[in-house]
Structures are given as structure tokens and as C-alpha cells.
């Protein structure tokens, strides 16, 4: 089976940038999607096909994949942003969620 | 507005069955594929069956095969997932998910409209 990993946490201040990272073999190859969960709350897809942004979704939210690691990026983080993040892949036949990262704006 | 609402889950001995739906507004139902996700207390998230956008095609993970079986009716707007012999270890948060494409194995799909959730907890 196919693994994404994500490290479990991530801290980053108001204002700063904040990068969460997926990992898996040759992952570069494939599309990479990332979704945020707030506690209580569904998933919400933020980006889509590695750099793609769904509407309604800030600019701040970046990201990019290549060799073996895929990366979100949020350029100014805000409180608002302290949630869960998922990264997704497909590797035949099922898609593959990686382990999550918490992120926290302290 | 798009909305997926789930309905089904509650409470359940291992060994019993329990038939989740997802009721569908706002979109075009009949033209995209869709997924069942779940989430188990606590865990991430964990990719369980997709459908193509008729129907004819569909795929479970192994740990569901066999016991899980999902389906859709186009005519009434809404996603199933027929859960049978359940275990402990479905207990989970079940979402149904909308997928960009009309297939939900294609490798540039995203699921980018989820249902609230409903949750399943199977104990004795």
C-alpha cells in the first residue's frame, strides 16, 4: 500500500508563513489534493491538482509538489487558519489520505 | 447552494446492518461520481467506496469489501452505503463527498463538497 506522511504538528505565529508537508514515493508524479478540518467540522478542500486554488478559498493557500514531497503553504497565517490538514493522492485503485497535521497559530 | 446531507447512523451490535444515506441539492447529481470517507474518533481520514456518476461503476477499499456496498439512485438525488456484518472498528464519522470528476478513479479528482457527517457506533 501506498503511504502519504504528514508530520503530526506544525507551529507557526500570526502573520508568518506556515508550510505542512506530505511525503511519499514519487509523489511528485502524482496530483496531490489538501483539505482542512476545523474541530466539529467537514472536511473543506483548499487545494486541488497541486496548486490549484476551489473558489472561495484565500490566496494565502499555496501549493506545490515535486520529487518526493508535496507541500501547502500558508503565507500570512491567521488564528482563523488553526485546523487539521489532509493531503490526498491516488495510487490505483484507491485514493490515500496521508495522517494529518494539526496546525496551531499561537 | 450545494448541500450533502447524510442520515442513517446511530448506534449498533457488532454483526448488524446499517444503511447510510446522502441526499443530494444543488449540482448536477447524475454527472459526478461520488465517495463514501470516514473518520474514526480521534484518527484521520480514510477513503472507503466511489461511484461513478451512472452507477455501473464501483470500487471498496478490502477492509469493506464485502460487507460495505455503495450505490446511488439518480432519480432521487441520493448516494447509499449499505453497511452489513459491522465491527468495532467501523465506529467512525461517515461523509459523503462529491468528486470534481464522473469517474472516482481518476488521478486529478478532488473531493470538493462534503456532508456534515453522521456517526456510526458499533459496541456490544
Redesign the interface.
Same mark, same amino acid.
Given at each position: 500500500s501506498y503511504d502519504l506522511t504528514q508530520p503530526p504538528s506544525v507551529f507557526v505565529s500570526p502573520g508568518q508563513p506556515a508550510s505542512i508537508t506530505c511525503s511519499g514515493d514519487k509523489l511528485g508524479n502524482k496530483y496531490v489534493s489538501w483539505y482542512q478540518q476545523k474541530p466539529g467540522q467537514s472536511p473543506v478542500l483548499v487545494i486541488y491538482q497541486d496548486v490549484n486554488r476551489p473558489s472561495g478559498i484565500p490566496e494565502r493557500f499555496s501549493g506545490s509538489n515535486s520529487g518526493n514531497t508535496a507541500t501547502l503553504t500558508i503565507s500570512e497565517t491567521q488564528a482563523m487558519d488553526e485546523a487539521d490538514y489532509y493531503c490526498q493522492a491516488w495510487d490505483y485503485p484507491t485514493w490515500v489520505f496521508g495522517g494529518g497535521t494539526k496546525l496551531t497559530v499561537l | 447552494e450545494v448541500q450533502l446531507v447524510e442520515s442513517g447512523g446511530g448506534f449498533v451490535q457488532p454483526g448488524g446492518s446499517l444503511r447510510l444515506s446522502c441526499a443530494v441539492s444543488g449540482f448536477s447529481f447524475s454527472s459526478y461520481a461520488m465517495?463514501w470517507?470516514r473518520q474514526a474518533p480521534g484518527k484521520?481520514?480514510?477513503?472507503l467506496s466511489?461511484v461513478s456518476d451512472s452507477g455501473r461503476s464501483t470500487?471498496h477499499?478490502d477492509s469493506v469489501k464485502g460487507r460495505f456496498t455503495i450505490s446511488r439512485d439518480n432519480s432521487k438525488n441520493t448516494l447509499y452505503l449499505q453497511m452489513n456484518s459491522l465491527r468495532d472498528e467501523d465506529t467512525a464519522v461517515y461523509?459523503c463527498a462529491k468528486d @470534481?470528476k464522473y469517474t472516482?478513479?481518476?488521478?486529478?479528482?478532488?473531493?470538493?463538497v462534503?456532508? @456534515?457527517?453522521t456517526m456510526v457506533t458499533v459496541s456490544s
Open positions: - | 465517495s470517507v484521520g481520514l480514510e477513503w466511489g470500487y477499499i461523509y @470534481q472516482w478513479s481518476d488521478p486529478g479528482d478532488a473531493f470538493d462534503w456532508g @456534515q457527517g
